[in-house]
């Protein structure tokens, strides 16, 4: 980042945070103010790592400010935002907007559908972490609901319902009912066929392309007209497996002459030869398609409000032909647009990053180079972090970018104090080192003096990043153990005194002991990385966090006899 960039994110973030701190009457975050400025300015986005850093000394400034001095600052930088946060209503504290029309509902209740088809990618992790947030601010129900009636085209996996409940809990929230869709066949035929005794289904054997001819000209289906009764002697035919797939479907009668031709006489059910998967549902052979099955479903689990895509918004109109013919009113909708995800090589996909598995191309669903919930929880990112991110895109009808910097500014301002400091040399050059103490004493923590320090021993020798050897004669500071001066390849320890640091003359720098470390590979979104910790890594249990210093955190996933094993979640 040059020195221009540098300073336009400095001036726009000190805008963001005065607004948000104003706004919200609370000091400003680093992470509450990341998803604003780089969606408002995406030039920033290729500087995402560096950002945190360059912004921080901002938002720490305007903490230290009382509200009135930060409404003269924003008046004096901006005076538009003062006028609009003068404007927006006593009431708005939230990143979400009001629920529509809550107040007529005695309960609210939302739910979110996934298709159990694999593990979740980051992408789904908005759904819940939205409806979430919405029922602890109105007190509501979370409603899990797995639309799993369709055995072949998007086949469930039996491990992705429990592992999609996994995320759930990872993102910090709990459903007050789960429901397995292809638990509730029969309550599905059940309303199957008092549709049909209102006039308002009929059994069809068009083949497909055929239909589609008719339909798109206006021109109805010559099973259309048949009696109730008929209809009936079919659909029961149907349930009883006699007709294969293709051969017979069941139509919702709407208006033949519909302006919009998706929604003339849609299918309600069809044949699939298929078994299910799950020993429960594998007999079945009759299955629902997903707007009745949905359609009965909000109902009967009392759904107040629904939140999906801006690209099914022909959903919601085919399900108001089946609610009109059962007199039920329809819950509230919601669309949005599409999240997309900055900082990933693969698509955000379930079946590209399975076949990506299966190729061999990613270890797993938690491979760091995959953009999944399981990766980003092995890297140590929290759940919080990604909620709140999540959050902060609002319900726009409009397709969003996440950049992946807000969720490490999030997580970052979770983890920070709370986590220790530790040494990690990636490709070191050894050095002697000659005259100074026997072991270095940096801290544990640098805001945190009751928490001690570190004894990392020197024996004769250490280990640089290549980057950060001196050139000969030139003195750097080891950090927590002092300066010293390069003669060859050794390192001579020198009298100077921490002033030199301050005044900008010596680079501290990190190091291990050469003898004493511990090999460790460090498990990127970019591949492995291997170098040397110092020996205390192995003192943290797996799971925990760490940070190495002028790296970045990680996770310590496991220790070997050979190396510790670490996953890299972001600077």
Not at 238 to 261: C, F, Q
Not at 289 to 300: A, E, K, P, T, V
Not at 496 to 510: A, K, Q, T, W
């Amino acid at each position: 980042m040059d020195d221009e960039v540098r300073e336009r994110v400095k001036e726009e973030a000190e805008k963001n945070a005065l607004f948000n701190a104003l706004k919200h009457e609370s000091d400003p975050q680093v992470g509450a103010i990341m998803g604003p400025l780089m969606g408002e300015n995406p030039e920033f986005r290729e500087h995402g790592d560096e950002i945190p850093e360059v912004i921080g000394p901002v938002v720490g400034k305007i903490g230290s400010m009382s509200t009135e001095e930060r409404r003269a600052r924003l008046e004096e930088l901006d005076p538009d935002l003062v006028a609009e946060l003068d404007a927006e209503d006593e009431d708005d504290e939230h990143d979400l907007p009001d629920l529509p029309n809550a107040e007529a509902y005695d309960e609210i209740r939302l739910r979110a559908a996934p298709n159990p088809n694999g593990p979740w990618h980051l992408g789904h992790a908005r759904m819940p972490s939205v409806i979430g947030t919405y029922k602890d601010r109105y007190d509501g129900a979370f409603v899990v609901r797995f639309d799993d009636t369709d055995p072949e085209t998007k086949r469930p996996d039996l491990d992705a319902y429990d592992e999609i409940l996994d995320a759930i809990e990872y993102l910090g929230f709990e459903p007050d009912e789960v429901i397995r869709a292809s638990d509730r066949l029969e309550t599905y035929y059940d309303h199957a066929r008092e549709l049909i005794d209102r006039g308002g289904a009929y059994t069809c054997s068009c083949p497909q392309g055929e239909f589609s001819d008719m339909k798109n000209s206006g021109e109805a289906c010559p099973h259309r007209d048949k009696d109730p009764e008929t209809t009936r002697e079919e659909f029961e035919a149907m349930i009883d497996g006699e007709y294969s797939a293709g051969e017979k479907v069941l139509r919702v009668k709407t208006d033949i002459e519909h302006k919009n031709p998706a929604l003339r006489d849609w299918v309600a059910f069809r044949m699939i030869d298929t078994p299910h998967p799950r020993e429960e549902a594998s007999e079945y052979r009759c299955w629902p398609m997903l707007d009745f099955q949905s359609g009965i479903d909000d109902h009967l689990t009392g759904i107040s409000h629904i939140i999906r895509g801006i690209d099914l918004q022909d959903s919601a109109k085919r399900q108001r032909f089946v609610y009109d013919y059962f007199d039920w009113a329809y819950p509230e909708v919601i669309h949005w647009g599409h999240v997309q995800v900055d900082a990933y090589d693969v698509s955000m996909s379930t079946s590209t990053i399975k076949e990506r598995i299966e190729a061999g191309e990613l270890d797993g669903w938690d491979d760091p180079r995959a953009p999944t919930l399981a990766s980003l929880r092995r890297r140590g990112i929290r759940g919080q972090a990604i909620v709140d991110s999540m959050v902060e895109l609002g319900t726009s009808t409009s397709n969003v970018d996440l950049a992946m910097s807000s969720i490490y500014a999030n997580n970052r301002e979770i983890i920070d104090e709370d986590t220790d400091r530790a040494f990690l040399v990636r490709e070191g050059d050894r050095f002697a080192v000659d005259g100074g103490p026997d072991a270095g004493h940096p801290p544990v923590h640098p805001n945190h003096e009751d928490r001690g320090e570190r004894d990392i021993p020197v024996d004769e020798a250490v280990l640089l990043e290549p980057d950060d050897a001196p050139s000969e004669g030139e003195r750097v500071w080891l950090k927590g153990y002092g300066p010293v001066r390069r003669a060859g390849d050794t390192l001579e320890f020198t009298d100077d005194d921490i002033d030199v640091v301050r005044e900008g003359d010596v680079d501290v720098i990190h190091w291990v002991p050469a003898d004493q470390s511990r090999p460790l590979r460090l498990r990127t979104m970019d591949g492995d990385v291997t170098g040397h910790a110092e020996p205390g890594i192995t003192d943290y249990d797996p799971d925990a966090m760490v940070q190495f210093e002028r790296i970045g955190f990680a996770r310590i996933d496991r220790h070997e006899s050979d190396e510790t094993v670490a996953y890299y979640a972001h600077q």
